[in-house]
């Protein structure tokens, strides 16, 4: 009985306890915690990373379509050897990797 009546006298420090407990534990873990920001963080900076690289795979993608429907005859020229392997009799053609 003793113990029931400490416990009672109290209990406003020991739900302070326990409620500090339950927000230091959901403050550095759980969904919205410390570590799963900086999983995010890490997760959001790759997309950065492969979104420039993608807008600038666009851009050149974009700039070949524009080289073509203008006909552009150097550029037709250099997909026409690449493709084709076509070179006139005096060209000497090096395929270097």
């Known amino acids: 009985m003793r113990l029931i009546e400490s416990l009672k006298k109290k209990r406003f420090i020991l739900f ?3 409620f500090t407990l339950y927000i230091g534990i959901n403050l ?3 969904e919205r ?3 799963s920001y900086f999983d995010k ?3 959001y900076e790759e997309l950065v ?3 420039k690289m993608l807008t600038s795979q666009i851009e050149d993608l974009e700039n070949k379509i524009y ?5 552009d005859l150097d550029y037709l020229d250099m ?3 690449k493709n084709f392997k076509y070179g006139s009799k005096d060209e000497i053609i090096i395929k270097i990797k």
């Open 49 to 51: 990373i492969k979104e």
């Open 28 to 30: 550095i873990g759980g």
């Open 16 to 18: 302070n306890i326990f």
């Open 33 to 35: 915690g410390l570590i």
């Open 41 to 43: 963080k890490k997760i």
């Open 79 to 81: 997909i026409y050897r």
């Open 67 to 71: 080289l073509i429907e203008n006909n």
